[in-house]
């Protein structure tokens, strides 16, 4: 949807999820060209932004985001998003080396993992423990 504004008073986009907006500007330096600044928010309220000289390549450049993004695993203890990764077995060995306890949660396109990581004893306890 074309807007005449895309950031509120505060600097942030008021794209609603699952939305576009977008705005056309001419740039100083090429004063007598159109470019599009794109914005669209994911339902998950992920922000994709662009700037392209016309409105079908800045949806092509979402199309394409879109397409890796469903490709791709996010991990999540509790609501704390830590990272993307580009298979479950690279995510797991993640949380498993990351030294977090919790619920981890993993999401990815039709895929959904959640499982509680509890403290482990450091291992000068493991040694003393075994020593005795």
């Known amino acids: 949807m ?3 504004n895309l ?3 505060e ?3 008021v794209c609603a999820p699952g939305k576009e907006n977008y705005i056309t500007f001419h740039p100083a330096n090429y004063p007598d060209q ?3 600044q794109y914005d669209y928010r994911h339902s998950d309220e992920e922000l994709f932004s662009t700037i392209a000289p ?3 390549e800045c949806r092509s450049h979402r199309d ?3 397409e890796e993004r469903s490709r791709m695993y996010r991990l999540f203890i509790g ?3 830590l990272g993307e990764f580009n298979s479950i077995l690279e995510t797991k060995q993640y949380a498993n080396n990351s030294g977090l306890t919790g619920v981890f949660n993993l999401m990815g396109n039709n895929y959904r993992d959640r499982w ?3 403290r482990q004893p450091d291992e000068t306890k493991k040694k003393e423990n075994y020593n005795r």
Do not use: D
């Open 2 to 4: 074309k807007t005449n």
């Open 7 to 9: 950031t509120n008073s």
């Open 11 to 13: 600097g942030s986009s």
């Open 34 to 36: 159109t470019f599009y």
């Open 54 to 56: 016309n409105l079908e």
């Open 64 to 66: 394409k985001w879109l």
């Open 79 to 81: 609501f704390r998003k």
């Open 116 to 118: 509680y990581a509890f």
